[in-house]
């Protein structure tokens, strides 16, 4: 054990100290910081899979169509994976997203140190605010940042085998992009948008379950609609339910590769114009008021 | 101003009542020892000045409603609470990045100056600290943290010797002025006896003596007198007796010390002796008896 020693320390330098104030947006900034400090899975996550992804491209779909001799069928291959690799990322950030919103009010009480947090001049109001940016703000730019540079290193690799081959990689490329322009479309549409609602319940749940974060926030809706069924023999909760988590329109098996997602195809006036969209944001703003409420008066657990 | 004043300061939970109604003025510059049995009501008191729990009744700290102003008090308050609650995950580093990014009165260098002194390093997380250096380094940050009011609740809870009197003498030496106040809360009451200014006791919510230890020594006086005169010494009223060493140990408060000379050596209580000899008495009566 090395005990201090009782030499004394220099004085607080009043000056600097005093004069030092601090712009609203610096506490903000900080309690962001220390998000991605505790929870490294939100760009860890993306990116081990992104990596996954790149291997398995090249030594799957290049090594694949390098042995295909016939070119027609060799550009099909090399077209193929896009879809399912940015599928694939933006299924991982919904799912570090859910893991997020559902432990992070939750951690700060298990493991009492929302009492050190709360012993700074940081307002529960700014902290939930922090929070709230992760699965809105942070998350999807990472995902999109993550998905464009893996789609762009696919791309370069499947060129130089296009080039090499004879074949034309021009028609890939507009593709590509029109692949990404239609990503952006849809991370806006439906992770911010649409499921707003969705992220801010499991952060109001987050703030408020003493523990079984996940079952609280997911068996009693299953309840209300199982009950709903059993007295009234009807389903209006459950096509609720799935309406919030699909989507205004139904998924469409049929429609073209590109269309990740049938609000692709939905013209954004129209999204806009949903009713659905602008109940759940009401919804969205009253579970993160009641979030930072519950912020104020929760204690360790 | 009075740093912290309290009055009708009631706080219950769903069955219990941890505070039944405190009043209490305590003036800048002071430290201020609160002792009280397990369940008292100490750190429901302490949580109230700090804004983690609503309560009932008028409070102000710092001329300031806790509850209602907790972010803005906190620039002004620093506090260490009961238990480790510095995140497990964080590194000494990032620590000290927060608290230096969201604090406008923390004073970096200093922090690593206290820091310098320790094995701590700014790569360790506060997972791989022992428990002692999780307390120097909540500690170093604290004493960074140019505040007026510095609460702490059990701080030393678990440390052994040496950690404990180098958490007071640090305290003492490298923070403690006349513009600051100290609330603390400790069992080790003997440790900190010479450290206080001014002592509460609380018992089921309630005050049961709050007193600066000045009044303490003129006030409370203990006589050691043999066993044929303690007869003579019942005669003044003691608030205590305990027997030790063949003799008996009587307490007494505001009593005549000439007529007590008498009977044996005077000498001024420890706060153990006093807490005793009152908890034992007033137990669970009203606030003020005893004045």
């Known amino acids: 054990m090395n005990a201090p020693s009782n ?15 601090m712009p609203a947006i610096r506490p903000l900034y900080w309690s962001v910081r220390r998000e ?35 070119l027609a069928l060799r550009r099909q291959i090399l077209e193929e994976p896009y879809i399912f690799a940015t599928a694939v990322v933006m299924a991982t950030m919904f799912i570090v997203s859910v893991y997020y919103c559902l432990d992070t009010f939750h951690a700060e009480r298990r493991d009492r140190s929302i009492l050190f947090w709360k012993s ?100 009693p809706l299953l309840a209300i609609g199982f009950f709903e069924k059993i007295v009234f023999r009807t389903d209006y909760f459950y096509a609720w339910l799935k309406y919030r988590l699909s989507g205004p329109e139904a998924y469409d098996m049929s429609a073209p590769a590109f269309a990740i997602h049938p609000m692709m195809h939905l013209n954004l006036a129209r999204f806009l114009s949903t009713p659905g969209l602008w109940i759940g944001f009401v919804l969205a703003a009253l579970f993160v008021a009641a979030s930072v409420r519950l912020r104020r008066y929760r204690e360790p657990v | 101003m009075a740093c912290i004043e309290a009055r009708g300061l009631r706080k219950t939970f769903a069955k219990t ?40 009744g008028e409070l102000r700290v710092l001329g300031r409603d806790p509850w209602t102003e907790r972010d803005r008090l906190m620039r002004d308050v620093s506090f260490i609470a009961d238990v480790a609650v510095l995140p497990r995950w964080i590194k000494i580093a990032q620590a000290l990045d927060y608290v230096a990014g969201v604090h406008p009165r923390f004073d970096r260098t200093r922090a690593e100056s206290f820091l ?27 004493m960074a943290i140019d505040a007026r009011l510095l609460v702490l609740d059990e701080p030393t809870l678990g440390l052994d010797l040496l950690y404990r009197k180098h958490f007071y003498d640090s305290l003492l030496n490298d923070y403690f002025d006349r513009n600051r106040t100290i609330l603390v809360t400790t069992n080790q009451v003997e440790e900190i006896q010479n450290v206080l200014t001014d002592i509460v006791f609380l018992d089921r919510g309630r005050i049961v003596l709050a007193c600066s ?51 044996g050596d005077l000498r001024t209580p420890t706060i153990a002796d006093l807490f005793i000899a ?8 009203p606030q003020g008896v005893f004045k």
Request: hydrophobic share 50%; glycine share 6%.
């Open chain 2, 17 to 56: 009542v941890a505070l039944d109604g405190i009043d209490l003025r305590i003036e800048e510059g002071r430290i201020v020892g609160v002792v009280g049995p397990n369940g008292a009501g100490k750190t429901t008191a302490l949580n109230a000045i700090l804004g983690l729990v609503p309560y009932q």
């Open chain 1, 7 to 21: 030499a004394m320390p220099e004085p607080f330098d009043t000056k600097k100290v005093f004069s030092a104030t």
């Open chain 1, 120 to 219: 700074l001049p940081v307002s529960d109001r700014t902290t939930v605010l922090a929070k709230v940016s992760i699965p809105f703000v942070l998350l999807p730019a990472i995902a999109i940042a993550i998905t464009y540079a893996t789609n762009w290193i696919m791309l370069l690799l499947s060129s130089a085998v296009m080039l090499a081959s004879g074949l034309s990689a021009g028609p890939m490329w507009r593709q590509l992009f029109m692949l990404q322009f239609s990503l952006l479309y849809h991370l806006i549409t439906v992770h911010l948008l649409w499921y707003a609602p969705v992220y801010t319940w499991l952060l109001l749940i987050s703030a408020w379950a003493r523990r079984a974060a996940l079952l609280w926030a997911t068996v």
């Open chain 2, 278 to 285: 009152v908890m034992g008495n007033h137990a669970g009566q």
């Open chain 1, 36 to 70: 991605l400090w505790q929870y490294r899975s939100i760009y860890l996550v993306p990116l081990a899979v992104s990596a996954v992804m790149l291997f398995g491209f090249l030594i799957g779909t290049i090594g694949r169509a390098l042995s295909t001799p016939d």
């Open chain 2, 213 to 263: 230890m000045e009044e303490l020594e003129s006030r409370f006086v203990e006589v050691m007198v043999k066993p044929e005169q303690a007869a003579a010494a019942r005669q003044f009223k003691p608030i205590h007796e305990r027997q030790g060493l063949g003799r008996s140990v009587f307490l007494f408060d505001r009593a005549d010390r000439q007529q007590l000379g008498a009977l």
């Open chain 2, 116 to 142: 310098a002194k320790t094995n701590i390093r700014h790569d360790n997380k506060v997972r791989e600290l022992s428990k002692g250096m999780v307390v120097q380094l909540h500690l170093a940050i604290v």
